[in-house]
């Protein structure tokens, strides 16, 4: 069974907003509260040893501020930041890897979002790939040509790039105002909200609410 | 500056959260209203180059480095409203996809780089462009949208831990104004180039005062900034003072060891030579990468 992105996205907050509601010196808790994003990590079809890796992705911002609580003597207070951060980006990939990042921003629309910001978002994500296709069409290009690998000439080519890009954008663009494109991206399968996501929400929200409050 | 989850307070998240859902919501109102259908795949190319500048991190001083933040450079192309979107739309795709900056954490991270950035940025841009000087507009935007939209981060990051100290923080300052200083003459240079290339991208232009104007500006800025960072001990020194751990031999001789530059007299003067001496070669490479972009156009 899959759960509605909307669902998801609800627990991811809620659980996040648990976290943050501790402060230093909760470190049992806190400890406590890791249950959750690891019981997860362990029942979904997710890589485990990537994901906990990748999380490690986050600690040298949190090290900082971990780093100086140390020097101030206060261990426990570092214990818990480096904990925090780690334990609240391990549940973003989490639901990153099981949500798709299209269906989270869907999720996000059907929760209020702004369109605009959603379509300029879903632009940006396909426009990434525009420019690294075009940067990849270029560099074969001008190695075809015998060019050099020059920071110089990287340099003095993106200006290029961005013509290039902007220029098929357009194009992408003006085909999707020829099929009809009205500032809405129509869904193949719109979001459905059956009673086993309100079922798993209530739960769920119960759950890191107890965790939190009630222990 | 991305700031990750699991290191603001919850009162600073929900506060700042109110204030980006508005903001948010205004501006995405706003930027419907008037951006016109054709300019939307600008937005999104824009969007994707910021993004893709955002992850080139540039050294700003001993075991720090900052990178672009962009907000400028969509004011001034995108207009504040459109830009405020392009720069949501920016964090919300590093958080989600790259896990850049917390996904509770926009809050503060949207409000701090995409509202209060880009209108830093926009205010001082608009006033000046008006006044006919556009360049010098853009850069002090540049600048202010850099070093209060920092500020603000470790305000935040100061008030939930509770741990920064003053010489933490008049440091962090001295860095702040540096980064701020390299952005803007990387905006200025960027802003000329895609106005060589594509004219009518931008919102507001017209012809600006000379160069030696924003040069000046940036010595004078760039001096500040020195005169702050050297009234104390830098990060490390902060930490090797606390710890007494003995200093890391450097594994090769730098130009100007320490941001000092050692044919001057006094600590201050070395140092602002220093610092005046690395921002004429940014400037420099930033000019002379504006004027090789169109070249390649030409080729």
Redesign the interface.
């Known amino acids: 069974m899959k759960l509605d992105p909307r669902c998801a996205l609800l627990l991811l907050l809620a659980y996040l907003i648990a976290l943050s509601s501790l402060t230093p010196g909760q470190n049992l808790l806190l400890s406590l509260m890791c249950i959750l994003p690891l019981l997860l990590l362990a029942f979904s079809p997710v890589p485990r040893a990537d994901l906990l890796a990748q999380a490690a992705y986050v600690l040298p911002f949190s090290f900082a501020i971990a780093a100086v609580a140390l020097l101030r003597g206060n261990t426990a207070q570092a214990v818990f930041f480096l904990l925090r951060s780690y334990i609240s980006i391990l549940t973003v990939l989490i639901v990153t890897r099981l949500v798709s990042t299209l269906d989270l921003l869907r999720a996000m629309e059907r929760l209020g979002a702004p369109r605009f910001l959603i379509i300029v978002t879903e632009f940006l994500m396909r426009y990434l790939e525009v420019l690294r296709a075009e940067a990849d069409a270029m560099r074969l290009a001008a190695l075809c040509r015998g060019a050099a690998q020059s920071k110089l000439i990287a340099a003095s080519s993106l200006g290029m790039l961005f013509v290039r890009s902007l220029e098929r954008s357009t194009g992408i663009h003006n085909a999707m105002l020829a099929r009809g494109f009205n500032g809405r991206l129509p869904r193949l399968y719109p979001m459905q909200w059956r009673i086993a996501d309100s079922f798993t929400l209530i739960v769920g929200i119960a759950g890191i609410a107890g965790l939190r409050w009630a222990l | 500056m991305?700031?990750?989850?699991?290191?603001?307070?919850?009162p600073i998240?929900a506060g700042f959260g109110a204030a980006s859902c508005l903001g948010?919501?205004y501006s995405?109102?706003k930027?419907?209203e008037t951006?016109q259908?054709?300019r939307?795949?600008?937005?999104?190319?824009l969007?994707?180059?910021v993004?893709?500048a955002q992850m080139v991190n540039f050294p700003v001083g001993p075991g720090a480095s900052g990178h672009l933040l962009g907000g400028a450079l969509l004011a001034a192309t995108i207009g504040p409203w459109a830009a405020s979107?392009?720069m949501?739309?920016?964090l919300?795709?590093q958080?989600?996809?790259f896990?850049d900056g917390?996904?509770?954490a926009l809050a503060a991270n949207v409000f701090n780089m995409a509202i209060l950035g880009v209108w830093a940025a926009w205010l001082p841009f608009k006033a000046l462009s008006k006044a006919g000087h556009p360049r010098i507009g853009l850069f002090i935007g540049s600048l202010l949208s850099v070093f209060l939209s920092a500020i603000l981060a470790l305000g935040q990051?100061s008030i939930s831990?509770g741990?920064?100290?003053q010489g933490?923080w008049i440091f962090c300052l001295g860095l702040f104004t540096i980064t701020g200083a390299i952005e803007g003459a990387i905006t200025l240079a960027a802003w000329q180039?895609?106005e060589r290339?594509?004219g009518s991208v931008t919102d507001a232009g017209g012809a600006g005062p000379s160069r030696l104007w924003i040069l000046g500006t940036s010595i004078a800025v760039m001096l500040i900034g020195v005169f702050f960072a050297s009234s104390s001990p830098d990060v490390l020194e902060y930490?090797r003072q606390?710890?007494g751990v003995t200093s890391v031999g450097a594994s090769f001789t730098a130009l100007m060891p320490d941001y000092e530059w050692g044919k001057f007299d006094g600590e201050w003067m070395r140092k602002s030579a220093a610092g005046v001496a690395g921002l004429i070669c940014v400037y420099g490479l930033s000019l002379l990468?504006s004027k090789?972009?169109?070249?390649?156009?030409q080729q």
């Not at chain 2, 991305?2 to 307070?9: A, K, T, V, W, Y």
């Not at chain 2, 090789?292 to 156009?297: M, S």
């Open positions: 991305h700031i990750p989850d699991g290191i603001l307070s919850a998240l948010v919501f995405a109102k930027a419907e951006t259908a054709h939307i795949p600008l937005l999104g190319v969007g994707a180059f993004f893709a979107i392009t949501t739309a920016i919300l795709v958080a989600l996809v896990q917390g996904v509770l990051v831990s741990i920064m100290s933490l180039a895609i290339l594509e930490f606390q710890t990468l090789l972009i169109p070249r390649g156009q």
